[in-house]
């Protein structure tokens, strides 16, 4: 069974670092994209970027990138994504899904989201 | 980077009735689209891909159609489990999503 699991929910401070994680099993993790995706509080789905575990190859949103870090370790089968100094606007909840459709980064698999809070 | 624009962005239908979404490119994307269907507390499911593949264990009420720049998720008889947020994709974009609430 396809399975994406994420690391819980956070509470941090603006200016704070974080690196949240996404586990996969069932599958071959090398293989396949793992994509992340953010929903700020009653909004909609935005797409921050994705990774190739098997090479590392990774892909970011213009309107992310240089904001977050996308990174994988293949030894354990597990995604992060990372902030070097959070701000207010980082409160969300994060996806972390997987895309076993080639470039399309359709997502079939979806982790169950951490709830990332900033606040003073 | 492409624009997807969903119409409407609220749709208040009863269980029985059939409900038609639209997602309209601001360029081509040939027939590279997928839709989502979000819960409230649940992350979203991919419902179709390709624009008219449904996903593995979407029920056949669900189709889409279209290519190009428009497109369209049909729910040919609405479950009241079909009440939700529906979001359309193309490669690194989503659409701002159509909610289909109780009328």
């Known amino acids: 069974e396809v399975q994406l699991v994420q690391s819980g929910a956070e509470v941090k401070k603006p200016g704070e670092s974080l690196k949240i994680s996404c586990k996969g099993s069932g599958y071959s993790f090398t293989s396949y994209w793992i994509g992340w995706v953010r929903q700020m509080p009653g909004k909609g789905l935005e797409w921050m970027g994705i990774?190739?575990?098997?090479?590392?190859?990774?892909r970011y949103s213009p309107s992310f990138q240089g904001q977050v870090t996308i990174s994988a370790d293949k030894s354990i089968s597990t995604a992060y994504l990372q902030w070097s100094s959070l701000k207010a606007s980082d409160t969300a909840m994060y996806y972390c899904?997987?895309?076993?459709?080639?470039?399309?980064?359709?997502?079939?698999?979806w982790g169950q989201g951490t709830l990332v809070t900033v606040s003073s | 980077e492409i624009v997807l624009t969903q119409s409407p962005a609220t749709l208040s239908l009863s269980p029985g009735e059939r409900a038609t979404l639209s997602c309209r490119a601001s360029?081509?994307?040939?027939?590279?689209l997928a839709w989502y269907q979000q819960k409230p507390g649940q992350a979203p499911r991919l419902l179709i891909y390709d624009a008219s593949n449904r996903a593995t264990g979407i029920p056949a009420r669900f189709s889409g159609s279209g290519s190009g720049t428009d497109f369209t998720l049909t729910i040919s008889s609405l479950e009241p489990e079909d009440f939700a947020v529906y979001y359309c994709q193309q490669r690194r974009t989503f659409g701002q999503g159509t909610k289909v609430e109780i009328k």
């Open positions: 360029q081509s994307v040939s027939s590279y």
């Open positions: 899904a997987l895309g076993r459709y080639g470039d399309n980064y359709y997502f079939d698999y």
């Open positions: 990774i190739y575990p098997g090479d590392s190859d990774t």
